[in-house]
């Protein structure tokens, strides 16, 4: 009989067993069947004997008794089988909570403007519908990758093609000027050569202003000198022109709440789309998520309801694309 400290010197001055041998022994111990095993583990009984005398064999004990129809364990296998049986109970056990508490918990990155402005005041009734769902929102401008474990969806603007992702559009993007009302009558001449000098500097994105002037038929450059600070988004130019410090051009449809209340109104009629959209993406291996189908059925009802209150803006819009 081999003493017990030699036994424990062939497990310690090997490497530790491969869990694939170990997984074969804790089915088999726990069914009582290498075919029942293999079942269970989608391999053949072939395989899983393969495994467990791999095993026995790098322990240097017979953990099974082998008979024509059936196995039985010895008793060093008995020992074995109770620890590997509670082991991969518990692993299963804290996979299971890890499921429940992954689904009660919803990470989201989308652009600084629409999660500002339109998103974050519409998600009291978001929570009010599901509770149960944690939401954490991040603002980033930089398009993050979803496909490393730290988001579980993103709101993105594009032309809703991106590998991996499934994409729900949403709502268009639109732009048009927009000035507080004590402004409208002293910007009344926008909509002239992009050259003529306006008492109030422009307010957000050059390429925007350069795309609403070639929708009128202008195409020469705005001089640098009509505009005014710039800022780093959409939703700091708007609250620029709220204030009066010029006229900015931004999204009808984000900043519907401020035209509403007369904080903002449109400094010319002229709406321009860039053909771009807004859409709620997720990984697609993750489309039979719980708390994502929730989201998304959430955010497509929103959507839906401000698409239909802008709809003059989208009737009337022209695209101007790159």
């Not at 509670?86 to 909570?97: H, I, K, N, P």
């Not at 990470?107 to 339109?118: D, N």
């Not at 499934?166 to 268009?172: F, G, M, N, T, W």
Request: overall charge positive; glycine content about 6%.
């Amino acid at each position: 009989m081999r003493p017990a400290h030699s036994a424990r010197l062939m497990v310690s001055d090997r490497r530790f067993p491969s869990l694939a041998a170990i997984r074969a022994f804790e089915a088999a111990a726990r069914l009582g069947s290498f075919s029942r095993a293999a079942q269970e583990l989608d391999t053949t009984a072939a395989s899983v004997s393969y495994h467990v005398r791999r095993l026995e064999q790098q322990i240097g004990v017979a953990l099974f008794v082998r008979h024509a129809n059936h196995v039985m364990l010895t008793r060093g296998g008995e020992i074995v089988a109770r620890e590997a049986i509670d082991a991969f109970a518990a692993l299963r056990a804290s996979f299971v909570q890890a499921a429940e508490v992954d689904d009660t918990h919803l990470s989201l990155t989308t652009l600084p403007s629409l999660g500002t402005s339109w998103l974050t005041p519409k998600l009291g009734r978001f929570r009010a519908r599901h509770p149960d769902i944690a939401l954490e929102l991040d603002l980033s401008a930089v398009a993050e990758d979803l496909t490393g474990g730290r988001y579980d969806a993103a709101i993105r603007n594009g032309h809703g093609h991106w590998p991996g992702l499934r994409a729900v559009e949403l709502l268009p993007s639109l732009f048009m000027p927009l000035c507080a009302p004590s402004l409208r009558a002293a910007v009344a001449e926008l909509g002239r050569d992009p050259r003529t000098p306006l008492p109030v500097p422009l307010l957000g994105r050059p390429d925007w202003w350069s795309r609403w002037y070639r929708a009128l038929g202008f195409d020469a450059e705005i001089p640098p000198g009509r505009f005014g600070t710039q800022l780093s988004a959409e939703y700091l130019d708007i609250a620029a022109a709220i204030a009066g410090q010029g006229v900015a051009i931004g999204s009808p449809i984000l900043f519907r709440n401020e035209i509403d209340a007369g904080r903002l109104v449109p400094a010319h009629e002229l709406v321009v789309s860039d053909g771009r959209a807004f859409w709620f993406t997720y990984p697609a291996a993750r489309q039979d998520s719980r708390k994502i189908a929730r989201f998304r059925e959430w955010l497509e009802s929103e959507a839906a309801r401000d698409r239909d209150a802008a709809r003059a803006f989208i009737r009337r819009s022209v695209v101007v694309e790159a």
